[in-house]
């Protein structure tokens, strides 16, 4: 069983930076592709970026493009999403996500265990 703790998350102005992290527990994590998804209130899950299990691999949606990065630490067993000059649109409830293959997907069915969320305001 694998299970996904999300933190770092708070209230952050427009401009500023913060850093969520997700702690996985289970063997999966160094062999599985992992993501970060966003919710904002009465809008759809969507991804933000994506990260193949060995980290050469990822993906950016267009609108962090520049401004997010993500990155995993294998022996840590942990993903990190930094993110700079934050949007007040950047306000969603963010989640990590980890998948039982090792390609990745930008697609939420295809990951299989999920983290519960961490709220990130960004207010103007």
């Known amino acids: 069983q694998v299970q996904l703790v999300e933190s770092g998350g708070g209230l952050v102005q427009a401009g500023g930076s913060l850093r969520v992290s997700c702690a996985a527990s289970?063997?999966?994590?160094?062999?599985?592709?992992m993501g970060w998804f966003r919710q904002a209130p009465g809008k759809e899950r969507e991804v933000v970026a994506a990260i193949g299990w060995s980290d050469s691999t990822t993906y950016y949606a267009d609108s962090v493009k520049g401004r997010f990065t993500i990155s995993r630490d294998n022996a840590k067993n942990t993903i990190y999403l930094q993110m700079n000059s934050l949007k007040p649109e950047d306000t969603a409830v963010f989640y990590c996500?980890?998948?039982?293959?090792?390609?990745?997907?930008?697609?939420?069915?295809?990951?299989?265990?999920w983290g519960q969320g961490t709220q990130v305001p960004v207010s103007s």
């Open positions: 289970g063997r999966i994590f160094s062999s599985s592709a």
């Open positions: 996500a980890a998948a039982r293959e090792q390609g990745i997907s930008t697609t939420p069915g295809y990951y299989y265990y």
